[in-house]
């Protein structure tokens, strides 16, 4: 069962309350993933005055274990080795979050791909560099949140390799998740404007190009993009209170009609250029051909754009609109939590984080970098939950991100040759930048039918790409990765070398470090057998089992 039950109502989200080191056994993980062949399953001081005793001072919470700062980090980075779990016991969740958004910005995935050549012409209609930059920025640049960020944000504003139709669809597709990097700590109006500029998104959501209606040819505005704005990245359908939950009665938050007068505001939207001997165009915000644009009046969620008003102006009023409308701050909140820490937050996290999303406490709406800190140090995320069924289940990608970062894999070439990882047959079902739809790989409100997690009216997300056969690639796939890698990208286990001669040791190093000391102690004792099972001289072979059968284990898969 995987029931994302969750703690009651915490205090304020800055009253942090220190995770339990209690390991909890997740009661049952949903068929599809009972591998049981792999052993899953489960001081206060004061000080005189001559005339008074001053109260008495609240000591500081102490610094994290290493399971408290592990869990922290599978939740706020791609991945955490040793150093990484020391350095968040060192500064603190507060202090290491300050200083992730204090590092500079990394390599872009477009300067990596010019710098590896791939902007030449017989690269015009290929996609050819396009995974081996994403896989770079993932696993060798320093700042991780930024990086998780990212993606949670590249999952609710979707753009998908595939459905880009232009020149140069791998710098397209490189610029709009440069967009979410550059942005990932900025504020969510401003990321707004961006996507609603940009190359890959007008191809992918078909809007560059929309002209004004003709009367007569009957041709009327493209309204893909006016309803996607809405609908997924911004408002939702329904009407919700700042909790997240659905107004009573319900009401919904746009009708054809906005539809129809928003998509007005997008028309006359291009490139800058028609030059296609270079893909510089894809990284330039589109512009208006005004003989193309909308300058009639036109109306949406309440709003005018007053008839004349250039393309713009229309714009601005347009996105100035949507950030304003009560839904922004729930619907947006709930999804970064889903994203970051557990598939069913409580309406009381929600709330807490949208009014924070509402006003940072300088007056600004929409500071990233204000939520995320909120989410991170919520004492909902830093408590482990009581409920044996919280949680979510960890995407695909992190997972194969959280064991490269969490034991050195590197590709000394600079190629990271991992590739489209996509396929639910033969490698994770997921790849970064790869959405099969603007729907994600899964949407935040799904339900798989029929079993205990829709009886108990929960969510969960990642299961949507979750079935035998995916999760048999899984395994399989990271059967080839964990003890060979790929080309000359390979991790390394120095670190346990020492260790892997005692089973004991070595598989706590992998629970503590991979898995946030998550693993049961049956599955601990199932994993320790099946690494002595093998000679203790044969260290390479004991490394990978420990880590392969963590991996597989439903102790590990469902992050807590």
């Known amino acids: 069962m995987f029931d994302e039950s969750v703690a009651p109502e915490a205090p304020a989200p800055e009253h942090i309350v220190s995770e339990t080191s209690t390991r909890l056994r997740p009661e049952v993980l949903v068929s599809t993933l009972a591998l049981a062949a792999c052993g899953g399953g489960g001081g206060s001081g004061s000080s005189a005055t001559s005339s008074a005793v001053s109260p008495t001072a609240a000591a500081p919470p102490p610094p994290p274990t290493d399971v408290q700062a592990s869990r922290f980090l599978a939740q706020a980075a791609m991945g955490s080795s040793r150093a990484d779990i020391t350095e968040v016991q060192s500064l603190g969740y507060a202090g290491w979050i300050d200083a992730q958004i204090a590092k500079p910005r990394g390599q872009s995935l477009w300067d990596y791909l010019v710098a590896q050549g791939y902007n030449v012409p017989a690269n015009i209609f290929a996609e050819a560099?396009?995974?081996?930059?994403?896989?770079?920025a993932l696993l060798a640049e320093p700042d991780q949140l930024r990086?998780?960020?990212?993606?949670?944000?590249?999952?609710?504003?979707?753009?998908?390799?595939?459905?880009?139709?232009?020149?140069?669809?791998?710098?397209?597709?490189?610029?709009?998740?440069?967009?979410?990097?550059?942005?990932?700590f900025g504020n969510y109006r401003t990321l707004l404007e961006k996507i609603?500029?940009?190359?890959?998104?007008?191809?992918?959501?078909?809007?560059?190009?929309?002209?004004?209606?003709?009367?007569?040819?009957?041709?009327?505005?493209?309204?893909?993009?006016?309803?996607?704005?809405?609908?997924?990245?911004?408002?939702?359908?329904?009407?919700?209170?700042?909790?997240?939950?659905?107004?009573?009665?319900?009401?919904?938050?746009y009708v054809q009609a906005d539809v129809i007068g928003l998509a007005r505001v997008f028309t006359g939207m291009t490139y800058d250029t028609t030059d296609t001997s270079t893909p510089d165009r894809n990284r330039r915000p589109l512009v208006f051909n005004a003989s193309w644009h909308e300058t009639g009046e036109s109306t949406f969620l309440g709003a005018t754009v007053p008839a004349g008003t250039d393309g713009p102006g229309a714009l601005k009023i347009a996105l100035d609109t949507i950030?304003?409308?009560?839904?922004?701050?729930?619907?947006?909140?709930?999804?970064?939590?889903?994203?970051?820490?557990?598939?069913?937050?409580?309406?009381?996290?929600?709330?807490?984080?949208?009014?924070v999303f509402a006003d940072n406490g300088k007056s600004e709406r929409g500071d990233l970098k204000a939520v995320v800190r909120a989410i991170l140090l919520d004492t909902e995320a830093r408590t482990v939950p009581t409920d044996a069924n919280a949680g979510k289940l960890r995407e695909p990608v992190m997972r194969l991100t959280g064991w490269a970062r969490a034991f050195g894999a590197t590709s000394?070439?600079?190629?990271?040759?991992?590739?489209?990882?996509?396929?639910?047959?033969?490698?994770?079902?997921q790849s970064m930048g790869r959405s099969p739809s603007v729907f994600n790989f899964w949407r935040p409100g799904y339900v798989p039918p029929a079993t205990t997690i829709a009886a108990a009216g929960k969510v969960a997300p990642e299961f949507q790409v979750t079935n035998e056969t995916s999760v048999v690639a899984y395994v399989n796939f990271m059967n080839t990765l964990v003890p060979s890698g790929i080309g000359d990208f390979k991790a390394d286990y120095t670190a346990l070398t020492a260790k892997a001669a005692d089973s004991a040791a070595l598989v706590d190093e992998v629970n503590v470090v991979l898995a946030?000391?998550?693993?049961?102690?049956?599955?601990?004792?199932?994993?320790?057998?099946?690494?002595?099972?093998?000679?203790?001289?044969?260290?390479?072979?004991?490394?990978?089992?420990?880590?392969?059968?963590?991996?597989?284990?439903?102790?590990?898969?469902?992050?807590?």
């Open 129 to 136: 560099g396009f995974d081996n930059a994403m896989w770079r």
């Open 412 to 429: 000394p070439s600079n190629a990271w040759p991992i590739g489209d990882t996509s396929s639910s047959t033969s490698r994770l079902a």
């Open 323 to 355: 950030f304003a409308h009560p839904n922004v701050p729930p619907f947006v909140s709930k999804q970064l939590i889903q994203r970051l820490v557990t598939s069913n937050p409580s309406p009381a996290y929600v709330a807490r984080v949208a009014a």
């Open 196 to 253: 609603s500029t940009n190359a890959a998104m007008g191809s992918f959501l078909s809007f560059n190009g929309s002209r004004k209606a003709n009367p007569k040819t009957g041709s009327q505005p493209d309204e893909n993009y006016a309803r996607e704005i809405m609908q997924l990245f911004s408002i939702g359908l329904r009407m919700l209170n700042m909790d997240g939950t659905e107004k009573v009665p319900a009401q919904d938050t």
């Open 516 to 560: 946030a000391g998550q693993l049961s102690a049956s599955t601990v004792a199932t994993i320790r057998g099946a690494v002595d099972s093998i000679a203790a001289t044969s260290t390479a072979n004991r490394i990978s089992t420990a880590i392969l059968l963590t991996m597989a284990s439903p102790d590990y898969l469902l992050l807590r």
């Open 147 to 184: 990086q998780r960020v990212a993606m949670a944000l590249l999952q609710t504003t979707v753009v998908g390799m595939s459905g880009i139709n232009t020149a140069w669809d791998q710098f397209a597709m490189a610029a709009y998740v440069d967009l979410m990097f550059d942005n990932a």
